[in-house]
């Protein structure tokens, strides 16, 4: 099993809707858990991170965990055709600063 | 936000060569970096953590004497890529941790390497 899985994709949704992105970790330990949105060619860049269970919300962003089911999610509010792009969960374990990151979900966003 | 460089953006080297690939942090210091690779529609992998001062860990199957990395300052980490075969193609990315609890990484931007 792998440590941090994702749906590959790609996730389609129309321009304005909500899309809603998965992540499901194996580790118990995990305690630190970020995403990350990569576009075609370029490096990651850091969207949001979440420690405590619940949910986070940055601009149209939220983030959602829930340590006991082992997953956390992305919700993309107003999606927007720039927002096409791969997205990955990683997490970060207590005592280690090395991230270990999902295989990511491609998300395309239709005018 | 934390802004981490990265040297060259773009390579092609001949088979055989040797590659250097440096990264920067340029507002903040750090203590450690980060190496990872990416090849084509596949997630990152770690390659390699770089601390200053000391010897680079290694992931496990990272050949240290192929993927030689310096950590010479507190701002600067290199990655020098050994007698390059074309199987070692690939978009490599350096990141450094940020914040008060280093929890937060930024990553540079990145550096194709082609080998021909």
């Known amino acids: 099993q792998k440590e941090v899985e994702q749906n590959s994709g790609p996730l389609s949704v129309p321009e304005g809707a909500i899309a809603s992105l998965n992540c499901t970790y194996s580790?118990?330990?995990?305690?630190?858990f970020f995403w990350y949105r990569q576009y075609s060619g370029k490096s990651p860049e850091l969207i949001m991170f979440?420690?405590?269970?619940g949910d986070k919300e940055d601009g149209r962003f939220t983030a959602q965990l829930n340590k006991a089911s082992q997953y956390v999610s992305l919700l993309i509010r107003d999606s927007q055709p720039s927002d096409s792009a791969t997205y990955l969960c990683?997490?970060?374990?207590?005592?280690?600063?090395?991230?270990?990151f999902g295989t990511g979900t491609r998300l395309l966003v239709s005018p | 936000g934390a802004v981490v460089s990265q040297h060259p953006s773009r390579v092609i080297c001949k088979s055989g060569t040797s590659v250097k690939i440096e990264c920067r942090s340029l507002?903040?210091?750090?203590?450690?970096m980060f190496w990872y690779r990416q090849f084509p529609k596949q997630s990152l992998m770690l390659m390699a953590t770089s601390n200053e001062g000391s010897k680079a860990t290694y992931e496990q199957g990272v050949e240290k004497d192929k993927f030689l990395i310096n950590h010479a300052s507190l701002t600067l980490s290199t990655l020098t890529v050994t007698s390059a075969h074309p199987e070692d193609s690939s978009f490599y990315i350096c990141s450094a941790p940020v914040g008060p609890s280093r929890d937060e990484q930024f990553f540079g931007p990145g550096t194709r390497l082609t080998v021909l």
């Open positions: 580790d118990r330990g995990s305690q630190s």
């Open positions: 507002d903040f210091q750090a203590t450690t």
């Open positions: 990683a997490l970060r374990n207590t005592g280690f600063q090395k991230l270990v």
């Open positions: 979440i420690y405590s269970n």
